[in-house]
T-cell receptor, first 115, second 111 residues
């Protein structure tokens, strides 16, 4: 079982370049999330989606855009990368709300460096 | 910014010792979760708590949902080397659909 798959696993970008991170899940989950992880900061929520065609802002949405055109995919875009966006990005998915007993499953992360 | 305050930031313990870490918030959460992250991996769920006062165990791990709904703790008994990793608390606010995470506790276990 694939679970949550993130591509690419590593990427180096130059300042100002754009890129898209892909998250794919094969569990028919409704909810999907994008987090970034920085040393000493834990996981901070960028954007999330509660179903196909929906997106919502998290704690740190600036500089990022997302799309959920298909239920199984959640794309995270950086239009003009900045060094402050150097981080490890994690995607997660869950069937429903955590409060409803739905466990979130995480991908293995994408390590992005912006130079 | 972070809505969850997790402490301690790091712990260095001897194998066999017990460990305790906690999370507090100024907001009321209706769900508390504890995750573990191994190096190079994504977080994996250890324990989920849904009711104030709830005490739940998973092997050597025990977690409690605080009565005020603004805190939670995780205990690990008789630590072993494979307990090494980063432990995160996470919570869901009553009025939101997303999960927020604490900054993590990095645990090192010396054999």
């Amino acid at each position: 079982n694939a679970g949550v798959t993130q591509t690419p696993k590593f990427r180096v970008l130059k300042t100002g370049q754009s890129m898209t991170l892909l998250c794919a899940q094969d569990m028919n989950h409704e909810y999907m999330y994008w987090y970034r992880q920085d040393p000493g900061m834990g996981l901070r929520l960028i954007h999330y989606s509660v179903g196909e065609g929906t997106t919502a802002k998290g704690e740190v949405p600036d500089g990022y855009n997302v799309s959920r055109l298909k239920k199984q995919n959640f794309l995270l875009g950086l239009e003009s990368a900045a060094p402050s966006q150097t981080s490890v990005y994690f995607c997660a998915s869950s069937y429903g709300r955590a409060s409803g007993g739905s466990e979130a499953f995480f991908g293995q992360g994408t390590r992005l460096t912006v130079v | 910014g972070q809505q969850l305050n997790q402490s301690p930031q790091s712990m260095f313990i001897q194998e066999g010792e017990d460990v305790s870490m906690n999370c507090t918030s100024s907001s009321i959460f209706n769900t508390w979760l504890w995750y573990k992250q191994d190096p190079g991996e994504g977080p994996v769920l250890l324990i989920a708590l849904y009711k104030a006062g709830e005490l739940t165990s998973n092997g050597r791990l025990t977690a409690q949902f605080g009565i005020t709904r603004k805190d939670s703790f995780l205990n690990i008994s008789a630590s072993i080397p494979s307990d090494v990793g980063i432990y995160f608390c996470a919570g869901q606010l009553l009025i939101r659909n997303d999960m927020r995470f604490g900054a993590g506790t990095r645990l090192t276990v010396k054999p």
